[in-house]
């Protein structure tokens, strides 16, 4: 498993786990939104295996306090941070590859898809009021209420 880091135009943070089946590339991994990053910790110097998917051997990387109860108001994420994005089921085909997924999240972000949704309530309001919903992004990640659900600030 490895943790991608990935900050949106609004300056929110979020860290995304991969988890890489032994029959990779013939499956696609598994990725959630797992947690928020509160605090750098220190630097690490990563080992080979991390530095394969994201860095080279010469540069250290950051590591992260991270805060494990964090919920995302997106479409494509539900609350318990799964992640709905086509290439990670039917459209996953072994000639992807990890940075086909990580732009795919980055897509997911600048581009909710309303229509497959896992987060029903907040596809809807970006269907019917994306002023609303907007508004909705807004206040989850500077943290408060939307509707009944509590978010945790991400800025």
């Known amino acids: 498993m490895f943790l991608f880091l990935f900050m949106d135009s ?31 910790l220190h630097f690490l110097k990563p080992s080979s295996s991390f530095c394969h998917f ?13 805060n494990s109860s964090f919920q995302v108001y997106h479409p494509n994420i539900d609350l318990e941070g799964n992640v709905c994005l086509n290439i990670l089921r039917e459209d996953w085909k072994p000639v992807l590859n990890i940075n086909t997924i990580i732009y795919g999240l980055f897509h997911l972000f600048t581009e909710p898809n309303h229509e497959d949704p896992l987060n029903p309530d907040a596809a809807a309001v970006l269907r019917d009021n ?23 600030r991400c800025l």
Do not use: D, W
Request: with cysteine; charged share 20%; proline share 7%.
């Open 10 to 40: 609004r300056n929110g943070t979020f860290v995304f786990s991969f988890q890489i089946s032994p029959i990779y590339p013939h499956e696609a991994p598994k990725v959630k939104c797992k947690t928020k990053v509160t605090k750098l």
């Open 54 to 66: 994201c860095c080279s051997n010469h540069l250290s990387v950051p590591v992260y306090k991270l």
């Open 130 to 152: 994306p002023k609303l919903f907007e508004s909705n992004v807004r206040r989850a990640m500077a943290g408060g209420y939307v509707g009944q659900t509590y978010f945790n």
